[in-house]
Each structure stands twice: as C-alpha cells, then as structure tokens.
C-alpha cells in the first residue's frame, strides 16, 4: 500500500476515534457529578468533613467535570480504540497471523478493564489512606478536586496499562522473539524488572501502591509464562503432525 493510502486509512481512524470520543464526553458530561461522586467511593472515608473535595477557583469546577468525562470517555471508547490500532496494523499481517487479532483485542480491553478494577478496590484506599498518614503530623489534608481526580485517574491508567504484561509477554515468546526458557530460567532478573517497573509506573512515591503492583505483575508475569508454554506446546504439536502428514503423503 502506498505512503499516502497508509496516511488516508490512519487519518480515517483517528477520525473515528476523536468522533466516538467527543460523543461520549458529551454524553457523560451530563451525568459528570455521579462519576465524581464514584471516583471518590474508595477514599471517602478518609476524607475530612464527610468526604468532601475542594475547590479554589470559581471555573475549577467546570474543568474537573470535563477532566473527568474526558476520562470516562477513553475508558467507554477503549474497545473502539484499541479495535482501530489493531485494524490499521491489519493489512500488514500475514494470513496465520490475522487469527491473532480478534482474541488479541478481546483480551487487551478486558486487561485493560480488570488494571483498573483491580487499581480502584485494593490499591486507591491503601494508597491514600497511607499518604494522608504521613502528613496528619505536619499538615490538614484538604484536598483539591482537580489535584486528587488527576492523581487517581493517573493510578487508574496506569495500572490499566500494567496489566497489558501478559499480552506482551504471551507474544514475545510465540512469535520466537524472546525464548521461553530465557524468561523462565531468569526469573529473578524479570522480577527485579517488575518492581522497577512498579516504581515507575506508580504516580506517588508510596511504598503500598509499588508494592500492590509489584505483586500484581509477578502474578500476571507468572500466567503469561504458563499461557505462553501451553500455547507453545500446541504449535510444537500441530507442526509435527503436519509434518508427519507431509511425510505420508
């Protein structure tokens, strides 16, 4: 396909992407408060004066409203998104590739979607009750809208991302890009890999949040090995038993 025909069909689905997106963002703009109101569900308790937010700039509140139905929008929009990346990578796969796509988009949105389940339940509560810990000595936490939606969506996504690891994983060794028994037999430097990783990825400096999520990517690092070896040992079979096909024809 020519350079200007790759440019045309990219620019075509970004078109679909930003459409589907400023559709939902106008949508859940409408009902902004109640997604406010969730997102502040896992740290409520441990927020002063009934759970309340601040603000200290008359517009702050209309820009958190469209902070975070910008950011529902993406999470509403994330299966037509990641349909549209795979789609446009489409033309360029082999036929025995293609059969990759459909399962490959299907597990990266629920991958996607169970980061950030997982971030909102065990991680967002342990997280800032432990920060507001440290500055019950020295300070009052107030805090403000914009400041804590930011930091929490920044936690939701990455995460939601983390959680991507076994896909890449599960790929890097079918396609013969990264032995399997390399990764098996250095675990531990993929461990020490994982909790740098976790270090990075975690929007604070909190020892709890690295530690939730080096526990998670170990545990996703561990099933990506075991799904990965078993999708081996059935390449392996199949290509036996069409070479011993071959081999009676």
């Not at 406010?36 to 603000?55: H, Q, R, S, W």
């Not at 983390?162 to 032995?179: K, T």
């Not at 939730?212 to 081996?232: K, P, Q």
Request: proline share 5%.
């Amino acid at each position: 396909m020519p350079l200007l025909d790759h440019l045309g069909e990219l620019r075509r689905r970004l078109v679909i992407i930003v459409v589907c997106m400023i559709i939902a963002l106008v949508l859940l703009y409408l009902i902004s408060p109640q997604l406010v109101e969730f997102l502040k569900l896992p740290i409520a308790k441990y927020l002063p004066n009934d759970g309340m937010l601040y603000t200290t700039r008359a517009f702050e509140g209309f820009s958190v409203k469209v902070m975070v139905s910008l950011f529902a929008s993406v999470v509403v929009c994330s299966p037509i998104i990641f349909w549209e990346i795979l789609a446009f990578f489409l033309p360029a796969l082999k036929p025995n590739e293609r059969k990759w796509v459909l399962p490959t988009f299907g597990i990266a949105v629920v991958l996607f979607v169970v980061g950030m389940v997982f971030c909102y339940n065990f991680c967002l509560g342990a997280a800032f009750q432990w920060l507001t810990g440290e500055s019950d000595s020295i300070a009052t936490v107030l805090p403000a809208a914009s400041d804590y939606l930011k930091f929490l969506m920044l936690f939701l996504v990455a995460f939601g991302i983390a959680f991507e690891l076994p896909l890449v994983i599960f790929y890097l060794i079918l396609f013969d890009i990264v032995p399997y028994q390399k990764l098996r037999s250095n675990w531990r430097v993929a461990y020490i890999a994982l909790l740098v990783l976790s270090a990075v990825v975690t929007p604070d400096a909190s020892p709890i949040t690295m530690f939730i999520m080096f526990a998670a990517l170990v545990a996703l690092y561990e099933v990506s090995l075991f799904a990965a070896r078993v999708a081996l040992q059935r390449k392996i079979k199949r290509a036996a038993e069409r070479e011993a096909a071959e081999a009676a024809e």
